[in-house]
Protein backbone atom coordinates (compact mmCIF):
# COMPACT_ATOMS: atom_id res chain seq x y z
CA UNK A 1 0.00 0.00 0.00
CA UNK A 2 1.45 3.64 -1.31
CA UNK A 3 0.99 6.34 1.00
CA UNK A 4 0.60 9.93 0.36
CA UNK A 5 3.40 11.12 2.77
CA UNK A 6 6.31 8.78 4.85
CA UNK A 7 4.63 10.09 7.98
CA UNK A 8 1.10 9.13 6.85
CA UNK A 9 0.76 6.43 8.81
CA UNK A 10 3.37 7.59 11.90
CA UNK A 11 2.20 8.18 15.44
CA UNK A 12 4.13 10.83 17.11
CA UNK A 13 4.57 10.63 21.43
CA UNK A 14 5.57 14.83 22.85
CA UNK A 15 7.70 14.48 25.65
CA UNK A 16 7.58 17.20 27.97
CA UNK A 17 11.58 17.01 28.74
CA UNK A 18 11.38 19.20 32.17
CA UNK A 19 9.15 16.34 33.59
CA UNK A 20 9.89 13.59 31.87
CA UNK A 21 12.92 11.66 33.26
CA UNK A 22 15.81 12.86 35.55
CA UNK A 23 18.86 11.53 34.82
CA UNK A 24 21.03 13.36 36.83
CA UNK A 25 18.98 14.17 40.38
CA UNK A 26 18.49 17.88 39.86
CA UNK A 27 14.70 17.14 39.69
CA UNK A 28 14.24 18.35 36.48
CA UNK A 29 14.11 15.93 33.74
CA UNK A 30 17.00 15.83 31.24
CA UNK A 31 17.64 14.72 27.23
CA UNK A 32 20.09 12.16 28.83
CA UNK A 33 16.60 10.85 30.81
CA UNK A 34 14.73 10.81 27.15
CA UNK A 35 17.50 8.35 25.78
CA UNK A 36 17.24 5.82 28.92
CA UNK A 37 13.68 5.97 27.85
CA UNK A 38 14.14 5.36 23.92
CA UNK A 39 13.06 1.70 24.27
CA UNK A 40 9.93 2.53 26.31
CA UNK A 41 9.04 4.64 23.56
CA UNK A 42 9.77 2.03 20.71
CA UNK A 43 7.40 -0.43 22.47
CA UNK A 44 4.87 1.66 22.62
CA UNK A 45 5.20 2.24 18.88
CA UNK A 46 5.71 5.40 18.10
CA UNK A 47 7.44 6.50 15.10
CA UNK A 48 8.40 10.59 15.87
CA UNK A 49 9.24 11.96 19.25
CA UNK A 50 8.18 15.51 19.69
CA UNK A 51 10.40 17.26 22.36
CA UNK A 52 8.97 21.01 24.00
CA UNK A 53 12.02 23.21 23.73
CA UNK A 54 15.25 22.61 24.93
CA UNK A 55 16.97 25.78 23.66
CA UNK A 56 19.08 27.73 26.24
CA UNK A 57 16.56 29.80 28.14
CA UNK A 58 15.39 31.92 31.13
CA UNK A 59 12.55 29.87 31.39
CA UNK A 60 10.11 32.64 32.57
CA UNK A 61 7.36 30.62 30.26
CA UNK A 62 9.18 26.90 31.08
CA UNK A 63 11.37 27.22 27.55
CA UNK A 64 8.96 29.13 25.15
CA UNK A 65 11.19 32.12 25.77
CA UNK A 66 14.42 31.22 23.96
CA UNK A 67 17.67 33.14 24.48
CA UNK A 68 19.60 30.86 22.52
CA UNK A 69 18.01 29.10 19.25
CA UNK A 70 21.69 27.82 18.60
CA UNK A 71 22.41 26.57 22.39
CA UNK A 72 20.66 23.83 24.70
CA UNK A 73 19.86 24.61 27.93
CA UNK A 74 22.61 23.30 30.55
CA UNK A 75 19.27 22.44 32.51
CA UNK A 76 18.51 19.65 29.69
CA UNK A 77 22.22 18.37 29.06
CA UNK A 78 24.65 19.82 25.96
CA UNK A 79 24.90 19.65 22.29
CA UNK A 80 26.88 15.94 22.98
CA UNK A 81 24.09 15.04 24.29
CA UNK A 82 20.90 15.60 22.18
CA UNK A 83 23.72 14.31 19.46
CA UNK A 84 23.64 10.78 20.91
CA UNK A 85 19.80 10.97 21.35
CA UNK A 86 19.87 11.90 18.00
CA UNK A 87 21.64 8.74 17.23
CA UNK A 88 20.02 6.62 19.60
CA UNK A 89 16.33 7.38 18.54
CA UNK A 90 17.61 6.53 14.65
CA UNK A 91 19.05 3.41 15.52
CA UNK A 92 15.56 2.26 16.95
CA UNK A 93 13.92 3.98 13.37
CA UNK A 94 12.18 7.02 15.77
CA UNK A 95 12.83 10.83 14.24
CA UNK A 96 12.94 13.65 16.63
CA UNK A 97 10.83 16.42 16.23
CA UNK A 98 12.05 19.80 17.61
CA UNK A 99 9.45 22.36 19.12
CA UNK A 100 10.22 25.48 18.02
CA UNK A 101 9.47 28.65 19.08
CA UNK A 102 9.84 31.92 16.31
CA UNK A 103 6.73 34.12 16.86
CA UNK A 104 8.93 35.44 19.98
CA UNK A 105 12.32 35.48 21.75
CA UNK A 106 13.18 35.51 25.32
CA UNK A 107 13.90 39.58 26.33
CA UNK A 108 17.51 37.89 27.71
CA UNK A 109 18.12 36.73 23.51
CA UNK A 110 21.48 39.07 21.54
CA UNK A 111 18.79 40.00 19.29
CA UNK A 112 16.70 42.04 21.86
CA UNK A 113 19.46 42.79 24.27
CA UNK A 114 20.97 45.02 21.29
CA UNK A 115 17.37 46.01 20.06
CA UNK A 116 16.81 47.41 23.37
CA UNK A 117 20.54 49.70 23.32
CA UNK A 118 19.09 52.31 20.54
CA UNK A 119 16.63 53.06 17.53
CA UNK A 120 19.27 52.99 15.50
CA UNK A 121 20.99 49.42 16.57
CA UNK A 122 20.75 46.44 13.66
CA UNK A 123 18.34 44.60 15.50
CA UNK A 124 15.95 47.37 16.58
CA UNK A 125 13.88 45.82 13.54
CA UNK A 126 14.26 42.34 14.64
CA UNK A 127 11.18 43.33 16.61
CA UNK A 128 7.95 45.76 16.89
CA UNK A 129 8.25 49.01 18.67
CA UNK A 130 5.82 52.01 18.48
CA UNK A 131 5.44 55.14 19.91
CA UNK A 132 3.53 56.26 23.05
CA UNK A 133 -0.18 57.44 22.09
CA UNK A 134 -1.38 60.15 24.63
CA UNK A 135 1.50 59.01 26.68
CA UNK A 136 0.29 55.59 27.51
CA UNK A 137 0.07 52.59 25.10
CA UNK A 138 0.15 52.38 21.17
CA UNK A 139 -3.58 50.20 21.25
CA UNK A 140 -5.52 48.49 23.67
CA UNK A 141 -4.12 44.97 22.31
CA UNK A 142 -4.32 42.40 24.92
CA UNK A 143 -1.70 39.88 26.04
CA UNK A 144 -2.78 36.50 26.06
CA UNK A 145 -1.09 36.28 29.47
CA UNK A 146 -3.01 39.41 30.87
CA UNK A 147 -2.51 43.07 30.68
CA UNK A 148 -1.55 45.24 27.96
CA UNK A 149 0.12 43.25 25.00
CA UNK A 150 2.73 46.64 24.84
CA UNK A 151 5.72 47.24 27.64
CA UNK A 152 7.70 50.43 27.89
CA UNK A 153 11.49 50.53 26.91
CA UNK A 154 12.89 53.58 29.45
CA UNK A 155 15.85 53.78 27.82
CA UNK A 156 14.21 54.86 24.14
CA UNK A 157 10.61 55.71 25.39
CA UNK A 158 8.75 53.41 22.93
CA UNK A 159 6.82 50.34 23.53
CA UNK A 160 7.46 46.81 22.49
CA UNK A 161 4.60 44.07 21.28
CA UNK A 162 4.45 41.11 23.57
CA UNK A 163 1.52 39.18 22.86
CA UNK A 164 2.73 36.70 25.82
CA UNK A 165 4.90 37.89 28.67
CA UNK A 166 6.52 40.95 28.64
CA UNK A 167 9.72 38.73 28.92
CA UNK A 168 9.03 37.10 25.43
CA UNK A 169 9.19 40.16 22.86
CA UNK A 170 7.50 39.30 19.71
CA UNK A 171 9.99 38.98 16.62
CA UNK A 172 8.80 41.22 13.42
CA UNK A 173 8.89 38.86 10.48
CA UNK A 174 7.77 41.67 8.05
CA UNK A 175 12.03 42.07 8.23
CA UNK A 176 13.32 40.07 5.63
CA UNK A 177 17.24 39.62 7.70
CA UNK A 178 15.02 38.47 10.24
CA UNK A 179 13.69 35.83 8.11
CA UNK A 180 16.82 34.73 6.79
CA UNK A 181 18.11 34.40 10.68
CA UNK A 182 14.91 32.14 11.06
CA UNK A 183 16.19 30.03 7.95
CA UNK A 184 19.46 29.53 9.27
CA UNK A 185 18.64 28.24 12.67
CA UNK A 186 15.75 25.98 11.30
CA UNK A 187 18.46 24.57 8.65
CA UNK A 188 21.36 23.80 11.39
CA UNK A 189 19.20 21.61 13.37
CA UNK A 190 17.99 19.55 10.12
CA UNK A 191 21.65 19.27 9.85
CA UNK A 192 22.06 17.93 13.28
CA UNK A 193 19.40 14.89 12.02
CA UNK A 194 15.90 16.56 13.17
CA UNK A 195 13.40 14.91 11.27
CA UNK A 196 10.24 17.19 12.62
CA UNK A 197 9.10 20.75 14.00
CA UNK A 198 6.19 21.90 15.73
CA UNK A 199 6.05 25.81 15.39
CA UNK A 200 4.71 27.60 18.28
CA UNK A 201 1.84 29.83 17.78
CA UNK A 202 3.10 30.13 14.20
CA UNK A 203 -0.43 31.86 12.72
CA UNK A 204 1.20 34.85 15.01
CA UNK A 205 3.87 35.73 13.23
CA UNK A 206 1.92 37.62 10.14
CA UNK A 207 0.72 40.05 13.01
CA UNK A 208 -0.21 43.77 11.77
CA UNK A 209 -0.22 45.60 15.20
CA UNK A 210 -1.34 48.68 13.76
CA UNK A 211 -4.79 46.78 12.69
CA UNK A 212 -5.27 44.95 15.89
CA UNK A 213 -4.48 41.79 13.87
CA UNK A 214 -3.07 38.95 15.75
CA UNK A 215 -4.11 35.78 14.04
CA UNK A 216 -4.03 35.26 10.51
CA UNK A 217 -2.24 38.28 9.09
CA UNK A 218 -1.79 39.49 5.38
CA UNK A 219 1.36 38.03 4.65
CA UNK A 220 1.57 34.84 6.83
CA UNK A 221 1.30 32.52 4.06
CA UNK A 222 3.99 34.40 2.23
CA UNK A 223 5.84 33.86 5.01
CA UNK A 224 5.69 30.18 5.30
CA UNK A 225 5.95 29.48 1.30
CA UNK A 226 9.58 31.19 1.97
CA UNK A 227 10.11 28.86 4.90
CA UNK A 228 9.26 26.39 2.82
CA UNK A 229 11.35 27.20 0.04
CA UNK A 230 14.30 28.23 2.24
CA UNK A 231 14.63 25.13 4.66
CA UNK A 232 11.58 22.36 3.83
CA UNK A 233 11.61 21.47 -0.01
CA UNK A 234 13.06 18.44 -0.63
CA UNK A 235 14.23 17.06 2.72
CA UNK A 236 12.84 14.49 5.08
CA UNK A 237 11.17 16.85 7.62
CA UNK A 238 7.70 16.86 8.87
CA UNK A 239 6.08 20.45 10.14
CA UNK A 240 2.92 20.63 12.59
CA UNK A 241 1.82 24.60 13.24
CA UNK A 242 0.19 25.52 16.36
CA UNK A 243 -2.85 27.43 14.63
CA UNK A 244 -5.30 28.64 17.56
CA UNK A 245 -6.85 30.67 14.91
CA UNK A 246 -7.46 28.37 11.98
CA UNK A 247 -11.01 27.73 11.41
CA UNK A 248 -12.32 24.77 8.39
CA UNK A 249 -12.48 27.78 5.98
CA UNK A 250 -8.83 28.44 6.31
CA UNK A 251 -6.72 25.28 7.74
CA UNK A 252 -6.21 24.66 3.67
CA UNK A 253 -4.19 27.38 3.00
CA UNK A 254 -1.87 26.32 5.76
CA UNK A 255 -1.84 22.57 4.91
CA UNK A 256 -3.31 21.64 1.37
CA UNK A 257 -0.13 19.91 -0.37
CA UNK A 258 -0.15 22.41 -3.53
CA UNK A 259 0.19 25.35 -1.62
CA UNK A 260 3.65 24.14 0.24
CA UNK A 261 3.50 25.39 3.64
CA UNK A 262 3.03 22.85 6.21
CA UNK A 263 2.20 18.99 6.62
CA UNK A 264 -0.39 19.91 9.65
CA UNK A 265 -1.59 21.80 11.59
CA UNK A 266 -2.92 21.80 15.52
CA UNK A 267 -6.49 23.71 15.31
CA UNK A 268 -8.40 23.68 18.87
CA UNK A 269 -12.41 24.19 17.89
CA UNK A 270 -12.85 20.82 19.85
CA UNK A 271 -10.86 21.52 22.83
CA UNK A 272 -12.81 24.84 23.31
CA UNK A 273 -16.20 22.97 23.22
CA UNK A 274 -16.13 22.76 27.41
CA UNK A 275 -16.18 26.29 27.64
CA UNK A 276 -18.79 29.33 27.51
CA UNK A 277 -19.83 30.24 24.08
CA UNK A 278 -17.31 33.49 24.00
CA UNK A 279 -15.95 33.75 27.16
CA UNK A 280 -12.37 32.53 27.98
CA UNK A 281 -11.60 28.56 28.57
CA UNK A 282 -11.84 29.00 32.26
CA UNK A 283 -15.23 29.78 31.78
CA UNK A 284 -16.77 26.29 32.09
CA UNK A 285 -20.07 24.44 30.42
CA UNK A 286 -20.63 20.90 29.61
CA UNK A 287 -19.49 18.92 26.85
CA UNK A 288 -22.40 18.14 24.71
CA UNK A 289 -21.44 14.97 22.56
CA UNK A 290 -23.38 16.25 19.59
CA UNK A 291 -21.54 19.31 19.53
CA UNK A 292 -18.10 17.10 19.46
CA UNK A 293 -19.58 14.79 16.81
CA UNK A 294 -20.50 17.96 14.86
CA UNK A 295 -17.05 19.26 15.34
CA UNK A 296 -14.79 16.60 14.36
CA UNK A 297 -16.53 15.34 11.90
CA UNK A 298 -16.56 19.12 10.22
CA UNK A 299 -12.83 18.54 10.38
CA UNK A 300 -12.81 15.04 9.10
CA UNK A 301 -14.33 16.03 5.96
CA UNK A 302 -12.83 19.23 5.43
CA UNK A 303 -9.24 17.75 5.63
CA UNK A 304 -10.19 15.19 3.19
CA UNK A 305 -8.06 15.59 0.13
CA UNK A 306 -7.03 18.96 1.24
CA UNK A 307 -4.38 18.09 3.94
CA UNK A 308 -3.67 16.07 6.68
CA UNK A 309 -5.44 16.47 10.34
CA UNK A 310 -3.42 16.57 13.28
CA UNK A 311 -5.13 14.04 16.13
CA UNK A 312 -4.59 14.84 19.67
CA UNK A 313 -6.51 15.60 22.78
CA UNK A 314 -3.63 16.60 25.15
CA UNK A 315 -0.79 18.23 25.29
CA UNK A 316 1.52 20.51 27.31
CA UNK A 317 -0.80 23.20 27.15
CA UNK A 318 -3.93 21.37 27.91
CA UNK A 319 -5.29 19.26 31.02
CA UNK A 320 -5.31 15.17 30.85
CA UNK A 321 -8.31 14.26 28.87
CA UNK A 322 -9.48 11.23 31.06
CA UNK A 323 -10.10 14.13 33.74
CA UNK A 324 -11.71 16.58 31.34
CA UNK A 325 -14.35 14.30 29.38
CA UNK A 326 -13.64 10.89 30.60
CA UNK A 327 -13.87 9.66 34.41
CA UNK A 328 -10.49 9.46 36.15
CA UNK A 329 -12.04 7.06 39.30
CA UNK A 330 -14.41 4.20 38.73
CA UNK A 331 -14.01 3.76 34.99
CA UNK A 332 -10.77 5.12 34.80
CA UNK A 333 -9.07 2.40 32.49
CA UNK A 334 -12.20 2.24 30.47
CA UNK A 335 -12.80 6.26 29.63
CA UNK A 336 -9.21 6.14 28.80
CA UNK A 337 -9.28 3.51 26.36
CA UNK A 338 -12.44 4.68 25.04
CA UNK A 339 -10.98 8.03 24.06
CA UNK A 340 -7.96 6.80 22.67
CA UNK A 341 -10.14 4.49 20.42
CA UNK A 342 -12.17 7.18 18.99
CA UNK A 343 -8.70 9.56 18.58
CA UNK A 344 -6.76 7.03 16.69
CA UNK A 345 -9.47 5.52 14.38
CA UNK A 346 -10.18 9.08 12.49
CA UNK A 347 -8.08 10.16 10.10
CA UNK A 348 -4.70 11.89 10.04
CA UNK A 349 -1.32 11.42 12.57
CA UNK A 350 -2.31 10.79 16.48
CA UNK A 351 -0.38 12.75 19.09
CA UNK A 352 0.16 10.69 22.28
CA UNK A 353 1.17 13.38 25.46
CA UNK A 354 3.76 11.67 27.80
CA UNK A 355 1.23 9.92 30.47
CA UNK A 356 -1.84 9.59 28.64
CA UNK A 357 -1.29 6.51 27.46
CA UNK A 358 -0.95 4.93 31.06
CA UNK A 359 -3.98 7.04 31.80
CA UNK A 360 -2.71 9.74 34.12
CA UNK A 361 -4.27 12.12 35.37
CA UNK A 362 -5.64 15.78 36.28
CA UNK A 363 -3.72 16.39 40.09
CA UNK A 364 -5.31 17.90 43.18
CA UNK A 365 -3.03 20.47 44.99
CA UNK A 366 -2.78 20.39 48.41
CA UNK A 367 -2.87 24.26 48.39
CA UNK A 368 -3.09 26.85 45.40
CA UNK A 369 0.97 27.29 45.76
CA UNK A 370 1.05 24.23 43.93
CA UNK A 371 0.43 25.72 40.98
CA UNK A 372 3.48 27.06 39.66
CA UNK A 373 2.59 27.53 36.04
CA UNK A 374 2.89 31.46 34.79
CA UNK A 375 -0.79 31.71 33.31
CA UNK A 376 -2.71 29.58 35.98
CA UNK A 377 -1.07 32.24 38.53
CA UNK A 378 -2.23 35.16 36.44
CA UNK A 379 -5.66 33.35 36.31
CA UNK A 380 -5.58 33.26 39.98
CA UNK A 381 -4.86 36.85 40.54
CA UNK A 382 -6.82 38.04 38.18
CA UNK A 383 -9.91 36.18 38.87
CA UNK A 384 -9.72 36.40 43.05
CA UNK A 385 -9.51 40.56 42.41
CA UNK A 386 -12.74 40.36 40.42
CA UNK A 387 -14.49 38.49 43.22
CA UNK A 388 -14.72 35.35 41.87
CA UNK A 389 -16.69 32.40 43.38
CA UNK A 390 -13.70 30.58 44.44
CA UNK A 391 -15.02 27.05 44.48
CA UNK A 392 -16.01 27.88 41.04
CA UNK A 393 -12.48 29.06 40.43
CA UNK A 394 -10.95 25.79 42.05
CA UNK A 395 -13.34 23.58 39.60
CA UNK A 396 -11.61 25.52 36.83
CA UNK A 397 -8.39 25.23 37.85
CA UNK A 398 -8.71 21.45 38.26
CA UNK A 399 -10.20 21.23 34.71
CA UNK A 400 -8.28 23.87 32.98
CA UNK A 401 -4.42 24.96 34.27
CA UNK A 402 -1.51 23.75 32.15
CA UNK A 403 -0.22 22.46 35.43
CA UNK A 404 -1.91 19.40 34.99
CA UNK A 405 -0.05 17.87 31.81
CA UNK A 406 3.30 19.32 33.84
CA UNK A 407 3.76 17.10 36.80
CA UNK A 408 6.06 14.41 36.60
CA UNK A 409 5.86 10.97 34.17
CA UNK A 410 4.86 8.50 36.73
CA UNK A 411 6.99 5.50 36.33
CA UNK A 412 6.78 3.20 39.33
CA UNK A 413 5.67 3.19 42.60
CA UNK A 414 8.98 4.46 44.65
CA UNK A 415 9.87 7.62 45.73
CA UNK A 416 8.85 10.29 43.23
CA UNK A 417 7.51 8.20 41.32
CA UNK A 418 10.90 6.98 39.82
CA UNK A 419 11.18 10.03 38.40
CA UNK A 420 14.08 11.57 39.71
CA UNK A 421 15.98 10.67 43.24
CA UNK A 422 16.30 13.87 44.16
CA UNK A 423 13.50 16.97 44.57
CA UNK A 424 11.32 17.20 41.64
CA UNK A 425 10.78 20.29 40.49
CA UNK A 426 7.04 20.06 40.31
CA UNK A 427 4.83 17.75 42.80
CA UNK A 428 4.32 14.24 41.24
CA UNK A 429 0.63 13.28 41.39
CA UNK A 430 -0.33 12.01 44.33
CA UNK A 431 -1.91 8.97 42.58
CA UNK A 432 0.95 7.77 41.25
CA UNK A 433 1.41 4.38 43.39
CA UNK A 434 -1.32 2.85 41.40
CA UNK A 435 -0.87 5.02 37.59
CA UNK A 436 2.78 4.14 36.59
CA UNK A 437 4.61 2.56 33.72
CA UNK A 438 5.93 -0.52 35.91
CA UNK A 439 2.28 -1.40 36.54
CA UNK A 440 1.10 -0.87 33.33
CA UNK A 441 3.82 -3.32 31.48
CA UNK A 442 2.72 -5.67 34.13
CA UNK A 443 -0.83 -5.46 32.95
CA UNK A 444 -1.83 -6.97 29.61
CA UNK A 445 -5.44 -5.24 30.33
CA UNK A 446 -3.79 -2.00 30.83
CA UNK A 447 -4.18 1.53 28.86
CA UNK A 448 -1.31 1.42 27.84
CA UNK A 449 -1.49 -2.04 25.98
CA UNK A 450 -4.43 -0.45 24.22
CA UNK A 451 -2.54 2.26 23.16
CA UNK A 452 0.16 -0.19 21.62
CA UNK A 453 -2.65 -1.96 19.37
CA UNK A 454 -3.76 1.44 18.43
CA UNK A 455 -0.53 2.12 17.12
CA UNK A 456 -0.21 -1.46 15.38
CA UNK A 457 -3.65 -1.23 13.98
CA UNK A 458 -2.38 1.95 12.41
CA UNK A 459 0.46 0.77 10.74
CA UNK A 460 -1.26 -2.71 9.46
CA UNK A 461 -4.62 -1.78 8.67
CA UNK A 462 -4.43 0.20 5.40
CA UNK A 463 -8.09 1.63 6.14
CA UNK A 464 -6.59 3.76 9.12
CA UNK A 465 -5.01 5.44 7.03
CA UNK A 466 -6.61 6.20 3.85
CA UNK A 467 -10.58 5.45 4.43
CA UNK A 468 -12.93 7.84 4.13
CA UNK A 469 -14.64 9.16 7.40
CA UNK A 470 -18.41 9.03 7.83
CA UNK A 471 -20.31 9.36 10.96
CA UNK A 472 -23.07 7.16 12.57
CA UNK A 473 -26.16 8.35 14.36
CA UNK A 474 -25.09 11.73 14.23
CA UNK A 475 -27.58 12.69 17.37
CA UNK A 476 -27.72 9.64 19.65
CA UNK A 477 -27.26 11.53 23.67
CA UNK A 478 -24.31 8.92 24.25
CA UNK A 479 -22.64 6.94 20.98
CA UNK A 480 -20.14 8.55 18.83
CA UNK A 481 -20.03 5.99 15.86
CA UNK A 482 -18.06 6.49 12.59
CA UNK A 483 -16.97 4.49 9.99
CA UNK A 484 -13.48 4.54 8.04
CA UNK A 485 -14.50 3.37 4.47
CA UNK A 486 -12.50 2.73 1.11
CA UNK A 487 -13.75 0.33 -1.86
CA UNK A 488 -15.95 -2.47 -0.24
CA UNK A 489 -13.73 -2.37 2.96
CA UNK A 490 -14.63 -0.56 6.40
CA UNK A 491 -13.85 -0.18 9.52
CA UNK A 492 -16.31 0.55 12.28
CA UNK A 493 -15.29 2.64 15.27
CA UNK A 494 -18.04 2.59 18.06
CA UNK A 495 -17.80 4.44 21.88
CA UNK A 496 -20.61 4.64 24.37
CA UNK A 497 -18.93 8.30 25.54
CA UNK A 498 -20.25 7.80 28.94
CA UNK A 499 -20.93 5.97 32.15
CA UNK A 500 -23.96 4.48 31.49
CA UNK A 501 -25.29 1.19 29.39
CA UNK A 502 -27.11 2.46 26.24
CA UNK A 503 -28.37 0.37 23.23
CA UNK A 504 -27.88 1.46 19.61
CA UNK A 505 -28.65 -0.19 16.26
CA UNK A 506 -26.63 -0.69 13.40
CA UNK A 507 -28.20 -1.51 9.89
CA UNK A 508 -26.77 -4.50 8.57
CA UNK A 509 -27.86 -5.15 5.24
CA UNK A 510 -24.67 -3.90 3.23
CA UNK A 511 -22.31 -6.01 5.84
CA UNK A 512 -21.44 -9.45 4.58
CA UNK A 513 -18.47 -9.99 7.21
CA UNK A 514 -17.27 -8.59 10.48
CA UNK A 515 -14.47 -8.93 12.96
CA UNK A 516 -13.65 -7.28 15.94
CA UNK A 517 -9.97 -5.74 16.28
CA UNK A 518 -10.46 -4.13 19.78
CA UNK A 519 -12.01 -3.46 22.62
CA UNK A 520 -12.00 -2.14 25.98
CA UNK A 521 -14.42 -5.13 27.56
CA UNK A 522 -13.09 -8.59 26.85
CA UNK A 523 -15.05 -11.12 25.85
CA UNK A 524 -18.35 -9.60 24.62
CA UNK A 525 -20.67 -10.74 21.89
CA UNK A 526 -21.53 -8.50 19.47
CA UNK A 527 -25.02 -8.54 17.80
CA UNK A 528 -25.19 -4.53 15.07
CA UNK A 529 -28.73 -4.98 14.79
CA UNK A 530 -29.04 -4.66 18.77
CA UNK A 531 -25.70 -3.64 20.26
CA UNK A 532 -26.11 -3.11 24.05
CA UNK A 533 -22.78 -1.29 25.33
CA UNK A 534 -21.21 -0.76 28.59
CA UNK A 535 -20.31 2.16 30.37
CA UNK A 536 -17.07 3.73 28.13
CA UNK A 537 -17.19 0.81 25.83
CA UNK A 538 -15.09 1.37 22.70
CA UNK A 539 -15.08 -1.15 19.28
CA UNK A 540 -13.09 -0.93 16.33
CA UNK A 541 -14.83 -3.56 13.89
CA UNK A 542 -13.52 -4.30 10.73
CA UNK A 543 -15.94 -4.88 7.83
CA UNK A 544 -16.29 -6.55 4.39
CA UNK A 545 -19.32 -4.89 2.18
CA UNK A 546 -21.47 -6.40 -0.58
CA UNK A 547 -21.25 -3.39 -2.75
CA UNK A 548 -24.95 -3.67 -3.21
CA UNK A 549 -25.46 -0.78 -0.58
CA UNK A 550 -24.35 1.67 1.76
CA UNK A 551 -23.83 0.95 5.25
CA UNK A 552 -25.87 3.07 7.26
Known amino acids: MKYQNWWSKSVIYQIYPRSFCDSDADGIGDIRGIITQLDYVKLLGADIIWISPINESPFVDNGYDISDYYAISPVFGNMSDFEELISKARDREIGIMLDIVINHTSDQHYWFKEAKKSKCNKYRDYYIWRDPANNSEPNDLRSNFGGSAWELDETTGQYYLHFYSKEQPDLNWENPELRSEIWALMNYWIGKGVEGFRLDVIDLIGKRPDHKIKENGPRLHEYLQEMH ?42 IQLDKIPGKSRWDLKELELNDLKNTMSKWQRAMNGNGWNSLFWNNHDLPRIVSRWGNDTVYRVESAKMLATLLHGMKGTPFIYQGEEIGMTNFLPKTRDDYIDIETKWIIRERLSSGCDEKELEKALYLKARDNARTPMQWDNSLNSGFTTGTPWMNVNRNYHFINVHLALEDKNSVFYHYKKLVELRKTEHLFVIGDYELVSDNHPDIYAYYRIHGLDALLIICNFHNIKTEINIRRDDIVFCECLLSNYPDRYYNLSNLELQPYEALVLKIKLNGEGNVK
Open 229 to 270: NCVLEGKKVVTVGETWGATVNNAHLFCAPERKELDMIFQFEH
